[in-house]
């Protein structure tokens, strides 16, 4: 399967314990988005990268959140001191960019990953 | 700002019959719109998109969509429905990099 993968698929935590995903796009796509998606909603923009660059973070994306893409391949967001209101689908997407016609493309998701904060 | 609205929380049909499914955007430009089919505890998965050309887009599993300038609308179709696309389905739109989302239809499509 060379679709997006994430890792790992659910996640149960505690109240103020650190969490991290890690996500893995189809190979040949260059960016790479993270959306969060909350029970009755539609996924909602949280950041995406460009390669290994971070182009844009939602102000939903608060201090307790950071991702990063190092060498441009896979993706890991991390949550710390999770609180109650970060349980959520977060779902990564991939997709390619072409000169001139990325707005075009769409968008891959991978499966997500449902993390649980009791 | 670019926003989609999905007027219909659910939407029933019998299957065999034809479906529509509503979406409404409001963008400032020209518009990038796209449906997305997401089954329980699964990702979302690409149904079809609108860039330019036709109005009539056909997409994956027999699903169509309608773009419709003057309503600004982007109706999701099928001519016929089948039990397996029950589902939640969202509309899209293309915020400058990422996309925003509409709150989501559920499908029911009865035997």
């Known amino acids: 399967d060379t679709g997006v993968s994430q890792d790992p698929r659910h996640k149960i935590t505690k109240r103020g314990q650190n969490v991290t995903f890690r996500c893995d796009p189809i190979s040949e796509h260059n960016r790479l988005y993270w959306y969060r998606q909350t029970l009755g909603q539609g996924p909602e923009f949280l950041t995406y990268f460009q390669n290994e660059a971070q182009l844009e973070k939602s102000r939903l994306l608060s201090d307790r959140f950071s991702a990063e893409r190092p060498k441009g391949s896979f993706s890991t967001l991390e949550i710390q001191r999770t609180e109650q209101g970060d349980s959520a689908m977060y779902l990564c997407?991939?997709?390619?960019?072409?000169?001139?016609?990325?707005?075009?493309?769409?968008?891959?998701f991978g499966p997500g990953t449902r993390l649980t904060v009791t | 700002a670019q926003s989609v609205a999905q007027p219909e929380d659910q939407v029933n049909v019998a299957e065999g019959n034809p479906l529509t499914v509503k979406c409404t955007y409001s963008?400032?430009?020209?518009?990038?719109l796209f449906w997305y089919v997401q089954y329980p505890n699964r990702g979302l998965q690409f149904l079809l998109k609108y860039i330019t050309g036709d109005n009539l887009v056909k997409g994956s599993y027999g699903f169509e969509a309608e773009f419709n300038k003057s309503q600004t609308s982007f109706h999701l179709k099928k001519p016929s429905a089948l039990v397996s696309d029950s589902a939640l389905y969202f509309c899209?739109?293309?915020?400058?990099?990422?996309?925003?989302f509409g709150t989501g239809t559920r499908l029911l499509v009865s035997p």
């Open positions: 997407a991939s997709s390619p960019a072409t000169s001139g016609r990325a707005l075009g493309h769409e968008q891959y």
């Open positions: 963008v400032s430009g020209n518009p990038y």
């Open positions: 899209a739109v293309r915020g400058f990099q990422k996309l925003v």
